[in-house]
């Protein structure tokens, strides 16, 4: 799991840099409707979902499988918004996307997963800067 977690960050890194401007990543919302449009390519396996409430909060993607026997995935993006020198930015990346995997325990996004009789899950914490990307992984 954790090379394809590699390969995902690495194919999503070369996407950034080879297709986005410095003009589109100010905000979140362009990263969350990246992330989106690239999962809602595996709409014949699993449905997709944004923003909605689970568990204590409301996490930024979610993907339920149609077979129970597959993980469910929920996903949660953060951005590091303030300069950050080149030799601070792995660190500040490796945080913020260990934030948002703890974020998604702390908030139990995968609460109505559950309810529906789930019991394997893939969380993915993502965090950007500009046209940098990590990826971090846990499964439940």
């Known amino acids: 799991m954790k090379q394809d977690i590699s390969k995902l960050q690495k194919n999503l890194q070369e996407l ?6 410095s003009f589109d990543y ?3 919302n362009f990263y969350h409707a990246l992330i989106l449009g690239i999962c809602a390519i595996m709409n014949n396996q ?11 909060g409301r996490y930024d993607i979610q993907l339920r499988p149609f ?3 597959m993980p469910g995935i929920i996903i949660e993006l953060k951005v590091v918004k303030e300069d950050i020198p080149e030799a601070s930015l792995a660190p500040e990346l490796d945080a913020a996307a260990q934030d948002a995997l703890s974020q998604i325990d702390k908030k139990a996004y995968v609460a109505d997963m559950k309810k529906e009789g789930y019991t394997n ?11 940098h990307i990590r990826i971090l992984s846990s499964t439940e």
């Open 16 to 21: 950034l840099l080879d297709t986005i401007s």
């Open 67 to 69: 077979n129970q026997k």
């Open 46 to 56: 699993y449905h997709v979902e944004s923003n909605r409430e689970s568990g204590h």
């Open 26 to 28: 100010a905000h979140e």
């Open 121 to 131: 899950f893939l969380k993915i914490g993502v965090s950007f800067y500009k046209k």
